[in-house]
Structures are given as structure tokens and as C-alpha cells.
């Protein structure tokens, strides 16, 4: 494990009467693509007046779209324009990188760091043939999360290019894609970051508010709780004119609204339980224990009743899968849980998780299958 750059290394802006903790924020900012030298010109302007601090000015060269026909940025062209912008702003660049041409064009263009973006995460083959091509360089690589919720395929591209880089590699939590209805246009899944963390305690995370949101009207409330839950940077679209960006128009702010955005981000210190401020907190941590003992207790009973209802149903040759049972459950769970202020979204998750477990228990009786397995590792496999 490499130790983490202090963010602050990269930070070369000036807003005074900023607290520490948000001067230290890796501050990615720039708009999605490459448009012209202008538009480039113009925004890098704009955000230098805005005096908001700037670790990195972004603009996407070479842009993966969904669906053909959309802008996909201008390509080579665009590397002499950033070039150009970097020297009269003063501003280090990054953008990102598909595959090792791209790797090439930006290191013999000087660019100061490389993203790696969620649909190029998700494929091995894609994030191998990156890292060889970074391979011995020295500068910051950020990975974006894969487009679905794996975290295993996205903690193996960083340690892909952690095997090759000697720079620091930082990962961009930039929400997950999104089926039905949701007020985003990438869900954030924040316990997966929050898994990350736990298990890479080393890495320090970036989040993207403006890929998340996909409205800019959303980007201040997902750049907080980012902050809340100590993510070290923040990656914002930004552009002069957003409305007339030739890709992502409604997420994109102004270099002024992103000033808004970073005076009104509150900084919460990140204390250690022995500081006295956690001390604080030891009465309402000592209630959440207690509590905790007890649902572990009770979702202990609960799993032993299943079980044996499990006997029952094989015994009487009673399918496990009791749909009308199972959709009674978790209504019941919406309403009173609802009614006792807990979200839908999190009922659905506890509930759905209770009665996997329940349906694992069921399917794999001790009585008829030997000895107890451990089916969540079998589930993982
Ligand atoms: C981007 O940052 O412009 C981009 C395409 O992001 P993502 O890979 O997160 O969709
Ligand atoms: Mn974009």
C-alpha cells in the first residue's frame, strides 16, 4: 500500500478565509468536454476569477458516449488548445484516458494527471492495457467507479494501475447506473465507497457531484454528504456557458455557481476516538452498541424461526419461495417503518437482505445437506 499524497500538494488556488479542511480539498474543475480553445479559454478565465481553489482543470479530449451521434469531443486537436490554457492560467491539466493511444498523446503533451472513466472501469482487458502504457510514470491516476455497483472490479483497476504507477492513485466515486425511476442520474451507492475505504484505509476519495446528479440543482447536497462522509475532492463540472455545452448541459454549473457551491460546503473535522470531542459522542456510541447487540440478537431468533419453518415447508413439500408471504412482508415494512421515519429505500435494502438470507437458510437445511455451509461466501464466489 502506498501512503496518500496530502490533496493539499496539488492546490494552487487562492480564496482566503477558507478553514483548512476545505483548502485541502482536491478540487477537480472544468467542463466535461473539449469544445473548442475558446470555450476552454473562457472558462479557465472564469474559474480563475472565481478564485475558487483548483488541483486539476479537467476537459474530456476523447468522450465515451452511450449512443452514437452524440458530441465525443474534439479529439487530438484539443491537446495543443489545453496545452495553450495551461500555460497562460497556470492551471495543471487532466483528462481522461480510454485506452494506451490516448496514454501516449496526453504524457507527450505533459497533461499532469489521467482519469479513467466508468465505462472504461469496467473492463479488465481495457484498464490492463492503460496501466502498461502508464507504466513507471509519476503522476496522479484517479479510477472512476465501474458503471454498476462491483467493487471488486473497481478496487482491481486501481491496484492494476498501482502495480505500474508510481503517482498516487485516487478513486472517483461517480454513482452507479440507474434502472426506473430515480432522482439522479447515477445512483450513489455510498456504502461502496465507504467498503472501499474501510478495506484500502490508504486511498483517499474523490467524488463527481456533477455525474451523480446529472442536474446541477443537485450538486451542492451530493458534494456535502460526500464531504460528510470525509471523500478528500471533489470532481465539478464546470463551464461558461452550460446551457450551450455540447455534452452534459443540464449537470455543468458556472465558474460563479461553483463558487457558491464551495463557500457553502461546510468542512466537518474528521476526529480520532481518542480525541476529546469524540468523547462527546461515548454516551449515544455506548446506546448504539446496547442496540446493536440486541437486533443482532433478534435477527439471530429471526433466522433460527426460518430455519425451522424451513423443515416445515420441506417436510410438507412446500416451496421456500411463498411470493405473497414475501410481498406482505415487506409492505407491512414500508408502512411501519415508514411511519417510524426510516426511507423506503433503506426498508427495501433490509428487508431484501433479510429475506435472502431467510431463502439461503431455507435452501440449504444442515438436516439435509450435511454440514452448515457459509453461504454468503458461496453467494460471492
Ligand atoms: C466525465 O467525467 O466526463 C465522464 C464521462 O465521466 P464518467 O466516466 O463518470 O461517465
Ligand atoms: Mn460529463
Not at 480563475?48 to 479529439?75: D, Y
Amino acid at each position: 500500500m502506498k501512503a496518500c499524497k496530502n490533496v493539499s500538494e496539488y492546490t494552487n488556488g487562492e480564496m482566503d478565509n477558507q478553514s483548512d479542511g476545505k483548502r485541502d480539498l482536491l478540487m477537480i474543475v472544468g467542463p466535461c468536454s473539449a469544445e473548442s480553445e475558446n470555450q476552454l479559454r473562457t472558462t479557465a478565465s472564469m474559474i480563475r476569477r472565481s478564485k475558487v481553489p483548483v488541483s486539476f482543470f479537467r476537459a474530456g479530449v476523447w468522450k465515451p458516449r452511450s449512443q452514437p451521434g452524440n458530441f465525443e469531443g474534439a479529439g487530438d486537436a484539443a491537446l495543443e488548445w489545453l496545452k495553450n490554457i495551461r500555460d497562460e492560467f497556470h492551471l495543471p491539466l487532466i483528462t481522461e484516458v480510454a485506452n494506451a493511444r490516448h496514454v501516449e498523446l496526453v504524457l507527450e503533451a505533459g497533461f499532469d494527471a489521467v482519469w479513467i472513466g466508468a465505462r472504461t472501469t469496467v473492463n479488465p482487458f481495457y484498464v490492463q492495457e492503460i496501466a502498461d502504457a502508464l507504466k513507471g510514470v509519476n503522476k496522479p491516476v484517479f479510477v472512476k467507479n465501474p458503471v454498476s455497483p462491483d467493487l471488486n472490479l473497481w478496487l482491481g483497476a486501481i491496484e492494476r494501475i498501482e502495480e505500474q504507477i508510481s503517482g498516487t492513485v485516487y478513486p472517483i466515486h461517480r454513482g452507479f447506473s440507474v434502472t426506473g425511476n430515480s432522482r439522479f442520474r447515477n445512483r450513489p451507492v455510498w456504502q461502496i465507497p465507504i467498503e472501499l475505504k474501510t478495506r484500502r484505509p490508504d486511498l483517499n476519495l474523490i467524488c463527481d457531484p456533477s455525474h451523480i446528479a446529472g442536474r446541477r440543482e443537485y450538486i451542492q447536497e451530493v458534494a456535502q454528504k460526500a464531504l460528510d462522509l470525509n471523500f478528500g475532492g471533489l470532481m465539478v463540472e464546470t463551464h461558461h456557458n452550460p446551457d450551450a455545452a455540447l455534452s452534459d448541459a443540464g449537470q455543468q454549473v458556472l465558474p460563479t455557481a461553483l463558487r457558491e457551491i464551495f463557500l457553502e460546503l461546510k468542512f466537518r473535522e474528521y476526529v480520532e476516538l481518542t480525541d476529546e470531542k469524540a468523547e462527546a459522542l461515548s454516551s449515544f456510541r455506548e446506546q448504539i452498541d446496547k442496540l446493536d447487540v440486541h437486533l443482532l440478537e433478534l435477527l439471530a431468533e429471526r433466522m433460527e424461526i426460518s430455519s425451522k419453518i424451513g423443515e416445515w415447508k420441506h417436510d410438507n413439500s412446500v416451496s421456500v419461495l411463498q411470493p405473497e408471504r414475501w410481498s406482505f412482508i415487506l409492505k407491512r415494512a414500508q408502512s411501519r417503518g415508514g411511519d417510524m421515519g426510516l426511507s423506503r429505500e433503506f426498508l427495501d435494502q433490509l428487508f431484501k437482505a433479510i429475506h435472502d438470507e431467510s431463502i439461503d437458510r431455507q435452501t440449504t437445511l444442515p438436516r439435509h445437506f450435511g454440514a452448515k455451509k457459509n453461504v454468503s461466501n458461496e453467494r460471492n464466489g
